[in-house]
């Protein structure tokens, strides 16, 4: 299999570069992601659907990873709760070599077959769920070998990858494959690999969420309130919505807890 990921930058000498040549060209190869996913638009949106239908029948969406690929995952998953509201048992993020590998590097972690399938039944894995194997290359052992024994266990799959026809792919329902080209370094998957793939993530994560009813309007209206910056937020929405005095809307966030339930109760 050739993979893209591992071609050679088309930019050479880099250490010979000025710093302000260096960003250029590191951006001009990031102008390039934002195409490389558009095409993928109708992939995404098949997935998204089922990942809304699973997802408001009880069902889980996890995502499996290694190094950066798990890390975003991890990312996204994390940013749901404070963001839309939801149980931190919802969107679920696993990382070879565990929480640990968060941090610091594990790299061997990932060439365990078994390990990811013992992650998942730690989560009680079920048809209910959706797992998404998010793996530039497309042949990270720790996901394929989770995405096969969901397969063989009638779990839905996905994956994300930066190459064609990968052995993740062949262990997905509804891959996506995401040719960004070489890197800026050669094989260095945490530059455009790793922006594509945190893209898609952001879609595919803020359109469930929409869909599932946890945003009104433009308003994450289920947003947990834990600091200053989000009470604020949480107090302008009400003054937009329910169109009151800012001592109104603060009162009201106080009585009730959150922005939905103010504008389910609340009666202009």
Same mark, same amino acid.
């Given at each position: ?104 590097? /594990? =790299? ?5 077959? !078994?390990?990811?399938?013992?992650? @998942? &039944? ?5 048809? #209910? ?91 994450m209206v289920d947003m947990q309130i834990k600091n200053e910056k989000l009470k604020q937020r949480a107090i302008m929405m009400? /003054? =937009? ?5 800012? !001592?109104?809307?603060?009162?009201? @966030? &106080? ?5 939905? #339930? ?7």
């Amino acid at each position: 299999m050739k993979k893209t990921t591992e071609a050679k930058s088309l930019y050479r000498n880099l250490e010979k570069m000025d710093i302000q040549y260096l960003l250029k060209s590191i951006n001009a190869e990031d102008k390039k992601v934002a195409d490389v996913v558009n095409k993928s638009i109708n992939n995404i949106a098949d997935l998204t659907d089922i990942i809304v239908k699973k997802l408001s029948h009880e069902g889980r969406l996890f995502y499996v990873g290694s190094g950066t690929s798990g890390r975003l995952g991890i990312l996204d998953a994390s940013e749901c709760p404070p963001t839309f509201g939801v149980s931190e048992n919802k969107v679920i993020g696993l990382i070879a070599g565990g929480d640990h590998a968060i941090r610091k590097a /594990i =790299e061997s972690a990932e060439d365990n077959t !078994e390990q990811c399938w013992k992650d @998942l &039944k730690d989560h009680k894995i079920s048809k #209910k769920d959706v797992v998404i194997g998010v793996s530039a290359s497309g042949t990270t052992p720790y996901v394929i070998g989770g995405l096969k024994k969901c397969q063989e266990n009638n779990i839905y799959t996905s994956c994300i990858t930066c190459n064609k026809n990968t052995p993740i792919a062949k262990y997905s329902n509804a891959p996506i494959e995401l040719l960004v080209g070489p890197e800026f370094i050669s094989g260095s998957t945490r530059m455009k690999s790793g922006t594509a793939q945190k893209m898609t993530l952001n879609m595919i994560s803020t359109a469930v969420m929409i869909k599932l009813g946890h945003v009104v309007d433009n308003r994450m209206v289920d947003m947990q309130i834990k600091n200053e910056k989000l009470k604020q937020r949480a107090i302008m929405m009400i /003054i =937009e919505t329910c169109q009151v005095s800012s !001592e109104t809307a603060e009162f009201l @966030l &106080k009585k009730y807890g959150n922005v939905r #339930k103010v504008i389910n109760n609340y009666d202009s």
